[in-house]
Each structure stands twice: as C-alpha cells, then as structure tokens.
C-alpha cells in the first residue's frame, strides 16, 4: 500500500536549504520527464504517552529523517480519564507536516 522511498543526495541538500519535503516518487515510464503535477497536503500527528515514551519518538522520527524535534508542540497534559495507566501521567505532542501528493 505504502512505498518507501530512500532519500537522496538531492533531498539533503533540500533540506538543507529548509524546503523538508519528501523525497519525490521514482518516475514509472519512459514518457514521464518529470512533468506530473504534485500537490501539497498537510497530515497531522498527534501523540500520546508518558514524557519518556514521547521524546523517545521524537527522536526515533528524527534519526529516520521524517521530523526534526522542533517540529513538535510542546508536551501538554491530557485530563486524566477513566483509564488509568498504572499511575503514569499521560501527554500528547502534535506535530503537522506537509507532504506532496501526485
């Protein structure tokens, strides 16, 4: 359903620059020049989890090259419910990230 694509020399410099979009799609046919229209969707993330659990997510996202740390919200707090989880405090992070759709 998903491919993943491996980033390329071209991407780094891209994000370099500060553009942090994804890597493009490898082109299928001998016809397509590069040509085909792409466009941008925002996708949002929402996190929950002890403190711990989240920065170790973040950190993880960000060694895979997804998401730069800076990229999440501050921790806030989530009201506590009927489900408790053996006394951990629970947190959400939410982090939105723009992606290009063929």
């Known amino acids: 359903m998903f491919e993943y694509l491996e980033p390329s020399d ?3 410099a891209d994000a370099a620059q500060g553009t942090g ?5 490898p082109k299928y046919g001998a016809n397509d020049k ?9 996708v949002r993330h ?3 989890g002890s403190l711990a659990a989240l920065d170790r997510t973040i ?7 997804y998401a730069d740390p800076n990229d999440w919200s501050d921790p806030i707090p989530v009201p506590p419910s009927t489900e408790t989880r053996c006394g951990v ?6 982090m ?6 063929e």
Do not use: F, N, Q
């Not at 590069?34 to 969707?41: A, C």
């Not at 405090?89 to 939410?94: A, K, R, S």
């Not at 939105?96 to 759709?101: A, D, R, S, Y």
């Open 89 to 94: 405090e629970t947190w959400m992070v939410i």
């Open 34 to 42: 590069g040509t085909r229209s792409l466009s941008p969707e925002k």
């Open 21 to 25: 979009s994804l890597p493009l799609p």
């Open 46 to 48: 929402m996190t929950y």
């Open 59 to 65: 950190k993880i996202l960000h060694a895979l090259g």
């Open 96 to 101: 939105t990230k723009t992606i290009l759709l």
């Open 10 to 12: 071209h991407d780094a």
